[in-house]
Structure formats: C-alpha cells, structure tokens
T-cell receptor, first 112, second 115 residues
Framework: GQQVMQIPQYQHVQEGEDFTTYCNSS?????IQWYKQRPGGHPVFLIQ?????EVKKQKRLTFQFGEAKKNSSLHITATQTTDVGTYFC????????????FGKGTKLSVIP | GAGVSQSPSNKVTEKGKDVELRCDPI?????LYWYRQSLGQGLEFLIY????????KSGLPSDRFSAERTGGSVSTLTIQRTQQEDSAVYLC?????????????FGPGTRLTVL
C-alpha cells in the first residue's frame, strides 16, 4: 500500500533558527496536506497543495509540493516557541480515495 | 459553526469492561473517520464512514472494535473487553467528502486509560 514517510522524526532548534521537515510518498499524489498538533492537542489542518511545484506561504511557514508530486516540504523561518508541536503531512490513500495516509510526523522542539 | 466534538474527553476503565466513545462531526460533513494515537505516536486509521455507504473497517485492530454512524451524523466507537494495549487517544475527524483527499477536521479526542 501507499506509504508516506517524514523526516526527521524529531528536531530541536534554538529559537530564531529555521526548521524544515520533509515528506515523501511512495506514489504520486493528487494533493498533499499539512497538519499541526500542539502538545496535548489534536491535529489541525494547515494547508493543502494541489499543483506540481506549488509553493504557498503562511507568514513564516513555506510549503512546497514537488514537481513529481511525490514529495513536499514545510519550512519555518525564525522559529518561535509557538511553533512547538508535531507536523504531519498526509496524502490521499489511493487514486480516487477519500481517505488520507498520514506520515508519522516531525516533532519540533524550540529552545528559548 | 461548532467543530467536531467528542465525549467523554477522558475515560478510565478496568480491563475487560466495554467502552463507548462518541463523535459529533461538523454539520453537513458526510465523511467521518476514527483514528487512534498512542503516546507520542502517529495516527493509526481505524474506520471511515462516507454518507450511506458501507464503512471501511480495514483499520480496526480486532473484532473487539466496532463503530456505528446513525443518521449520517453522530458516530459511536465501541471497544469490548478492553485490554491495557487499548489505552490511547481516540480521535474523530470529519470532512466535507465528495472530493478526493478533502481536508479533515479533528475533534479534541477521548483519552482512554485501561487499568
């Protein structure tokens, strides 16, 4: 079945440093989504990318969808303590599927 | 515009007891999902409902787990004869469905502890 891999699993950064997490799918995706889960909270939808090579920004967060639509990245510029949490990527579980396959997430810790 | 709600927020039970977890999806959302998340782990898919179609139960870990969705809205996840390994946070999500990979909106979860 389809697999979605995320690296790194954990990342510790000093406040103000940049952070990047990468997501790779075993199959081509029609779209990719990113979610953030704060400690003790639940996953919250951040963004969806649909087009090959698409880049979207949300303040200090930059999301990219690869040209082959098999990988994606989330980059945070100048991390803040409010960025702490686990970032998950997710893609449709198969062609035409309404289900999502989630990566295992990257847990970000920010040292003040 | 209420989000997804789940109850109870916490449930402590003894091994061997049955538990029922409830999920109220966002009004109008036709798709409903149940996931399990063990401490510090990712999301484990359990079951998926879409409208009036037969649910996809492929993620249920054993026949002790079952779920219903009544009237296309509220869903109940039942775990019979609970075991300690069932301890986890059970998350419900809903989406508008109708298109591939529609974003999912999660409830706050039910933290289940089996003693």
């Amino acid at each position: 079945g389809q697999q979605v891999m995320q690296i790194p699993q954990y990342q510790h950064v000093q406040e103000g440093e940049d952070f990047t997490t990468y997501c790779n799918s075993s199959t081509t995706l029609s779209n990719i989504q990113w979610y953030k889960q704060r400690p003790g909270g639940h996953p919250v939808f951040l963004i969806q990318l649909v087009k090959s090579g698409e880049v979207k920004k949300q303040k200090r967060l930059t999301f990219q969808f690869g040209e082959a639509k098999k990988n994606s990245s989330l980059h945070i510029t100048a991390t803040q303590t409010t960025d702490v949490g686990t970032y998950f990527c997710a893609g449709p579980s198969g062609a035409g599927s309404y289900q999502l396959t989630f990566g295992k997430g990257t847990k970000l810790s920010v040292i003040p | 515009g209420a989000g997804v709600s789940q109850s109870p927020s916490n449930k402590v039970t003894e091994k061997g007891k049955d538990v029922e977890l409830r999920c109220d999806p966002i009004s109008g959302h036709t798709a409903l999902y149940w996931y399990r998340q063990s401490l510090g782990q990712g999301l484990e898919f359990l079951i998926y409902f879409q409208g009036n179609s037969a649910p996809d139960k492929s993620g249920l870990p054993s026949d002790r787990f079952s779920a219903e969705r009544t009237g296309g809205s509220v869903s109940t996840l039942t775990i019979q004869r609970t075991q300690q390994e069932d301890s986890a946070v059970y998350l419900c999500a809903s989406s508008s469905g109708g298109r591939v990979g529609a974003p999912q909106f999660f409830g706050p979860g039910t933290r289940l502890t089996v003693l």
